[in-house]
Every structure is written in C-alpha cells, then in structure tokens.
C-alpha cells in the first residue's frame, strides 16, 4: 500500500477497503475475461490511473488498471491500454513503459504539464503514444482523431485484449475539466467493443461533476451490454 500520499490523495476512514473494493473489482474483471466468463466486463468505481508503485497520486491510490493488465497478460499476448480521461494516464504508462505486450494509448489535454513527450524505452520504445488535446476539444474532432489513431494502432500492434479508461472528466461542464464533448460523442469511443470482437475490460476514471458522470456510464453501459435504455431515464 502507497505511503507517499500527496496534498490531493486525502486519507479517509477505511480507505484500504477502499481499495481492495475498487482494485479486486478490475482484477476479477481480468480474471473472467481471462477464464471466457464473458466478452466485456466493467467497473465503473476503477480506473484510477495515476497511482504508481510506491506513490498515490491525483486522489488515485491503487493502480487497479496495472494490477488488471497484469492479470489479462497471463493469458494474452499483446493488451492495448486506451485512455479517454481529460488527464494523462501516467501510472499505467510507467508500469508498462519498458514492454512491447502493452501498448498504451492517452487522449488528455495539452500543455501546463499535462501532456508528455515519451515514446516508451527498451522493447517499449513507440508502444507509448501520447495524443495532445487542447482546450474545448468538440465531439467531431476528437471522434475523428480517436477512430483514425485507434484503427490503425488495432490494425498494426493487433492485441487480443483491450482496456478502456472512461474517465468522465473529458466532458463538458466537468469541474476540472475542459473539453466540449457531449455524452454522445464521449461514447463514441466504444465503437472499438461491439465492432472488433475483442475482449474489453472498461473501467471509470476522473469524473467532477456527478449528475453528468452518472448519465455518463449509464449511457455507456447500455451501449457495451447492446442494451436501449428507456426515455424515462432522462438521460
């Protein structure tokens, strides 16, 4: 458990529960997959994508995306990590930066330190892409960029499982956000489940406005399960 909690990883009562909640959560996920329980499995309470080995950082404290890929690696060859958050998904990126069997991909904002400039290193070298958005991002451009960047990266590095971080910080209203996408154009985004056939691990992520994060994996929910949801839902 991470012992360099920063300003903004507050600690809380039962915290650790905490975390053995949302982190057992991916790793069964994995672990079905893994077993060909199911096709698609989701959990809404994990992506937090900044924890690293031995920090917690930006109200992250486990990584359970790294403790999920680990365990989808036992049975695939090649795991594609894509992440939509409005912020860089540094600590997955580190985990992986010195292997060729994860390729991460980040969607996150540009510039004020929020974007980086590694590749990867070693046999990692180019399996960590990096996609710079700038402020108030709308929903053609970013689903133009996403379908392009993602076909090609499936066709070329060809994996066999994908995780998905669907932090809902990249919509527009969010508190600490600043992009313009709407919850139509974010869940564009899953095109990649239903269209391949490739087994897909989603996870939540950064999300500071609740009404619309709410709406958000509610709607994204029903997209992964094929699923209509009725219009008294309001979403």
């Known amino acids: 458990f991470p012992v360099n909690l920063g300003e903004d990883c507050p600690v809380f009562e039962n915290l650790f529960e ?8 991916t790793i069964d996920a994995a672990r079905r997959l893994n077993n060909q329980l199911c096709d698609v499995a989701i959990n809404w309470a994990g992506g937090l994508h900044h924890a690293k080995k031995c920090e917690a950082s930006g109200f992250c404290y486990i990584n359970d995306l790294v403790l999920g890929i680990l365990e989808l690696l036992k049975h695939h060859a090649r ?18 930066y ?9 969607f996150h904002k540009f510039g004020d330190l929020f974007f980086p400039k590694e590749i990867g290193e070693k046999e990692g070298k180019f399996y960590a892409i990096n996609v710079p958005l700038k402020d108030g991002i709308d929903d053609t451009s970013f689903t133009r960029l996403f379908k392009t960047i993602i ?4 066709e070329i590095y ?17 508190r ?12 564009l985004s899953l095109w990649i ?41 309001n979403l």
């Open 18 to 25: 905490f975390c053995q909640i949302y982190a057992g959560g």
């Open 79 to 96: 795991v594609l990590y894509i992440d939509i958050d409005v912020h860089h998904g540094d600590g997955v990126e580190e985990a992986f």
């Open 98 to 106: 010195f292997t060729d069997r994860v390729m991460t991909v980040s």
């Open 151 to 154: 076909s090609k990266v499936i």
């Open 158 to 174: 060809q994996p066999s499982s994908i995780v998905l971080q669907c932090g809902a910080d990249s919509l527009a209203g969010d």
């Open 176 to 187: 600490l956000g600043c992009f313009n996408l709407s919850i139509d154009g974010k869940f």
């Open 193 to 233: 489940y239903p269209s391949l056939c490739i087994i897909a691990n989603v996870t939540g992520g950064g999300g500071y406005t609740k009404e619309n994060v709410a709406r958000c994996w509610t709607v994204e929910t029903g997209v992964l399960l094929d699923t209509e949801l009725p219009n008294s839902m």
